[in-house]
Each structure stands twice: as structure tokens, then as C-alpha cells.
């Protein structure tokens, strides 16, 4: 089992529409959690974290944590094509080390105009 | 402010040879993180380093991987004898402190022949 899962997707959603995208983490004891968006042949840009149960807000941008079901999911609101890109899920704490960061593979988000 | 830099942008080396990837952190940014992303995988958590120590070295996939830091500045990931498999991006990424928000520089893209 790995330890950060994610589909790979492509997820497709048209222009306007919610993007629903999760992630699961194996590891009981992790502490905080983050949200990466990676356009093709760039580097990762940090979207959100979130460290507590429920639900935070920024923007167009929604991150639920879960810790009892070990998810975490990022919804995106009215979504537009320049948010069509991969979106990594990554974990930090627990049994790997405070400050080491377990990344899941991504999930390819394509939005339609 | 300058961001992550890295070189060079990109490595075509030979099978057995030797590199050497640097990275250079944004100024003042104490904590620095190495990765590497295969084609199609997300990110592969190598070391990091707090100042010029490294207290997880854990990610490093064989000893022909080493890593060093001075003056808590620039950083050098060195891969000895690389191999085929060893064809990827290596990023890098700095944080205020381990465990703030990280930034990505542009990364490394490595090819063996």
C-alpha cells in the first residue's frame, strides 16, 4: 500500500463546474497536509494545507481533512481551464519524520472550455 | 526576491559517469528539501537539510547518492557511477524554517545514456 494515494486520473469537469479531487494517507500519525498544483514541465506550487478536521477555505480553493477516515480532498470551485494541470497531495509527520514530506503521485485535472 | 535556483537546467551524461546537480536556496531560507520525480510520479523525497545538517537522509536510494550543504546556503546533490534509472527532474525547495511553506526551484532534468 502506498502511503499518500491519489487517482491519476485524467478527472475532466467542464468550465464552471466543482472539481473534486482526493487523496488518502496510510499513516495514522500524520500531522499535516498539503496541496500542490503542477503545470506540465513546471515545478509544484503550494495551494493549501490544513493541519485540522473539517473544512478550509481560500478563494476558489476548498480543503477537507478527514483524520478519522485518513483523507483529505481539494475541491475547486468554478473551475477554468488554467486550473487544468496535476494536483499533488502530500503529507507530513507521523512515523516518516516531522519534517519529511510523502508525496502522492498526482491527479491529472482537466477543465473544459 | 530571487527564488529557488537551480543547475544546470538540464544533464545528458553517459552511464558510470559522475554529476553534480546544485541548488540554491532563497536567501535567508534556513531549511532546504532535494526530490526527485520520475516521468509520471510525483515527488520522491531524497534529504533535507536544517542549516548545513541533514537529520533525514532517509529518501536517499542508494549510497552512490550524496548530498552536502555549506555556509547554510548553496547545495550539491552528487550521483556517483549514475545509472539509467537515475534519469529523472530533481527538484529542490527551500522553507523559512523545516516545516514552513516550501518553494520549488525550476529543478534538474537528468538524462543517462
Known amino acids: 500500500q502506498k502511503e499518500v494515494e491519489q487517482n491519476s486520473g485524467p478527472l475532466s469537469v467542464p468550465e464552471g463546474a466543482i472539481a473534486s479531487l482526493n487523496c488518502t494517507y496510510s499513516d495514522r500519525g500524520s500531522q499535516s497536509f498539503f496541496w500542490y498544483r503542477q503545470y506540465s514541465g513546471k515545478s509544484p506550487e503550494l495551494i493549501m494545507f490544513i493541519y485540522s478536521n473539517g473544512d478550509k477555505e481560500d478563494g476558489r480553493f476548498t480543503a477537507q481533512l478527514n483524520k478519522a477516515s485518513q483523507y483529505v480532498s481539494l475541491l475547486i470551485r468554478d473551475s477554468q481551464p488554467s486550473d487544468s494541470a496535476t494536483y499533488l497531495c502530500a503529507v507530513r509527520g507521523g512515523t516518516s519524520g516531522t519534517y519529511k514530506y510523502i508525496f502522492g503521485t498526482g491527479t491529472r485535472l482537466k477543465v473544459l472550455a | 526576491g530571487a527564488g529557488v535556483s537551480q543547475s544546470p537546467s538540464n544533464k545528458v551524461t553517459e552511464k558510470g559517469k559522475d554529476v553534480e546537480l546544485r541548488c540554491d536556496p532563497i536567501?535567508?531560507?534556513?531549511?532546504l528539501y532535494w526530490y526527485r520525480q520520475s516521468l509520471g510520479q510525483g515527488l520522491e523525497f531524497l534529504i533535507y537539510f536544517q542549516g548545513n545538517s541533514a537529520p533525514d537522509k532517509s529518501g536517499l536510494p542508494s549510497d552512490r547518492f550524496s548530498a552536502e550543504r555549506t555556509g547554510g546556503s548553496v547545495s550539491t546533490l552528487t550521483i556517483q557511477r549514475t545509472q539509467q534509472e537515475d534519469s529523472a527532474v530533481y527538484l529542490c525547495?527551500?522553507?523559512?524554517?523545516?516545516?514552513?511553506?516550501?518553494?520549488f526551484g525550476p529543478g534538474t532534468r537528468l538524462l543517462v545514456l
Open positions: 536567501s535567508g531560507h534556513t531549511a
Open positions: 525547495a527551500s522553507s523559512l524554517v523545516a516545516g514552513e511553506t516550501q518553494y
